[in-house]
């Protein structure tokens, strides 16, 4: 087995009444790049880990390190994987329609039979009939209410996983800054508990932990370097510290800021619709420099108008 790796057999816990519990099998540890792996050998993802319901000692047993994929490789399986569901969510959003317009149909075509506004004749041979159709009018309109709300539900769902199978180019700067800072943040944790800073006076780091944290390491700057690399492709951070002063004004999230203060990582502002205002009422945040779309000048000083930078 991958150095890394640990399996723990457990039990589930059933919330419902009168199911049984059952063996679990939990992979954790480095699991990063395999999880098309784990995906054949039929485990799903778990709190951040793999459960199996059978054993799979004996499948990962011959994994290999060339058996991990890059965190480009995943990104781009996970691409595939949104555009295949976006497709299969599309198909059954179009049957779901299609079968609530087909309950829609049958209750009209009963209700065109029986005259508008005839009552039931109580005691007339026609009803029980009577009676038996607008029954199966209320099914077959309760059915196509049910349907069309399928329908509704998965072209949500088509929608999102067209979003997803456009790739990671369709994310913003701030998101994709974010992820590289996450990802530079495992890495220094990572790189600490190899220093044994989280140790106790007078403990090693044992050889197995070793291993364990020098895989995180590589898959966190891995993963910082994947996401710095788009922003590069995206032009980079286009404001900085250097680049902005107090009392300019920056659009960040669609709507126009003025900047009070600038930090090392994050920019003061407050909001040109509240800036008058005193106490709670008035709207005071701070970005990161990754947020700020446009910059321009304030109103009456020199050079009025938007940057270029």
Known sequence: MLDGLTVTQGMTTPTRPGKQPRPVWEVSGRTQGLEAVFRELGGRPWRGAWSFFEDPTDA????????????????EAERQRAEDRADRMAGYAANATARSDAAYDRARQIGDRIPFGQPILVGHHSERGHRADLRRIDRAMRTSVEEAA?????????????????????????????????????????????AGEYLWRGETLCEAERVRQEGFLADARERAAYWRGLIEAKGG????KETLTPGMEVLIRREWWRVLRCGPKNVRVVSLRTEHLTGYQRWVMSYPYAEVREVRKAPGSAGQGRLDL
């Open 150 to 194: 399928k329908a509704e539900h998965y072209e949500r769902r088509a929608e999102l996983n067209d979003r997803k199978a456009e790739g990671d180019e369709r994310h913003s700067m701030a998101f994709c800054v974010r992820r590289a800072e996450e990802a530079e943040a495992l890495a220094r944790k990572a790189e600490r508990t190899l």
């Open 237 to 240: 951070v286009q404001f900085t």
């Open 60 to 75: 990962l047993a011959g994994l290999s390190e060339a058996d991990r994929v890059t965190f480009a490789e995943q990104r």
